[in-house]
């Protein structure tokens, strides 16, 4: 299947830095691709819609200046936890639909974050 | 986006086959049902999906009845690898590939 990599894996911060976590389709091409973020023991929860060459889109609740999104390149999408605080720890992941036409998406392996 | 509900839970033992139902009442037209497996700190792993009738692998089968507002997966001879949680989730490209993920069903595989 499709791959997704995100990097870094794990980031350890202090509280008011800023982090930046890039999701990459390796061998696709991806004009859409999504963030979620998922607490120990709970579900994915989405938070934005990357798109190539436009704004993302942001679910109701995620705060747009604190989570920039980039989406520079067909193939790549950073996320950037600005100004991060300990209860932005989380797990964060991306996923991307690998092509038009096709029902299915794929999802990076995640970046777990801890804002200390 | 359609909502989906699923056990919370479920035991089984290795060898057995696990049968994990999904309801989605909502279901649009152009919906897709597909299933994902994730292990603890990983991303989501595609499974199985489909949209009407039955769909085969080699890891999965799923069922999909004619009224589509509900499907199984069923995973044979489970192994202690197996367990994980598994999320049904109901989208497609019609709705922008945007999907709703909801609490999932914790499977544990006994020995």
């Known amino acids: 299947g499709a791959v997704v990599s995100q990097h870094p894996s794990r980031v350890i911060c202090k509280s008011g830095t800023s982090v930046k976590i890039e999701c990459r389709s390796l061998?696709?091409?991806?004009?859409?691709m999504f963030w979620y973020r998922q607490f120990p023991k709970q579900s994915l929860m989405l938070m934005a819609t990357s798109n190539e060459g436009s704004k993302a889109t942001y679910e109701q609740g995620v705060e747009k200046d604190k989570f920039l999104i980039n989406h520079a390149s067909l193939t790549l999408s950073t996320l950037t936890v600005t100004s991060a605080h300990p209860e932005d720890s989380s797990f964060y992941i991306c996923?991307?639909?690998?092509?038009?036409?096709?029902?299915?998406?794929?999802f990076g392996p995640g970046t777990r974050l801890l804002v200390l | 986006l359609a909502k989906t509900t699923q056990p919370i839970s479920m035991d089984s033992y290795e060898g057995q086959e696990v049968n994990i139902t999904c309801s989605h009442n909502n279901i649009a037209t152009n919906d897709y049902i597909t299933w994902y497996q994730q292990f603890p700190s990983q991303g989501p792993r595609f499974i199985i999906q489909?949209?009407?009738t039955k769909v085969t692998n080699e890891v999965a089968s799923l069922f999909i009845p004619a009224d589509r507002k509900s499907s199984t997966l069923s995973l044979p001879r489970v192994s202690l690898s197996d367990t994980a949680v598994y999320y049904c989730?109901?989208?497609?490209?019609?709705?922008?590939?945007?999907?709703?993920f909801g609490a999932g069903t914790t499977v544990t595989v006994r020995a």
């Open positions: 989730l109901v989208g497609g490209e019609y709705n922008d590939y945007k999907l709703s």
């Open positions: 061998d696709f091409q991806a004009t859409t």
């Open positions: 996923s991307a639909p690998p092509a038009a036409g096709t029902e299915t998406q794929y």
């Open positions: 489909g949209y009407k």
